[in-house]
């Protein structure tokens, strides 16, 4: 377990971005966050997927299929937050910007 933990860590610190500037603050959250689970397991493979976003949609253009998959990304990841909170869980709670992103559920 280790190991994926390191070579996660590794990979996360690789940078696909199309533009210089400050990592968001979630950028290297795996050499953050213990793995206890499949669910974290999962939420770590999503945020390592996602970290070429902003790299490939600047060289593609898909912009109706991108929304449609990512309306599916986001539903899921509402569910499964909601679910994690005991129904408590707003998709709000999980924007950067939420002033309530940081409230104990």
Same mark, same amino acid.
């Given at each position: 377990m280790k190991l994926i933990r390191t070579w996660i860590a590794a990979r996360s610190s690789r940078s696909y971005r199309s533009e210089p500037g400050p990592l968001p603050a979630c950028h290297n959250a795996a050499a953050h966050i213990p793995v206890r689970g499949p669910l974290m397991t999962e939420l770590l493979a999503i945020a390592?997927? $996602?970290?070429? %976003?902003?790299? /490939?949609?600047?060289?593609? =253009?898909?912009?109706?299929?991108?929304? %449609?998959?990512?309306?599916? /990304?986001?539903? *899921?990841?509402?569910?499964?937050? /909601?679910?994690? $909170?005991?129904?408590?869980? $707003? %998709?709000? *709670? /999980?924007?950067? *910007? #939420?002033? =309530?992103? *940081?409230?104990? #559920?």
């Open positions: 390592q997927h $996602t970290t070429r %976003l902003p790299w /490939l949609a600047a060289r593609e =253009n898909y912009a109706e299929e991108y929304r %449609l998959i990512a309306r599916h /990304l986001i539903r *899921d990841i509402q569910a499964g937050y /909601l679910a994690a $909170t005991a129904g408590h869980g $707003t %998709l709000a *709670d /999980l924007m950067p *910007d #939420s002033p =309530n992103r *940081d409230r104990a #559920s």
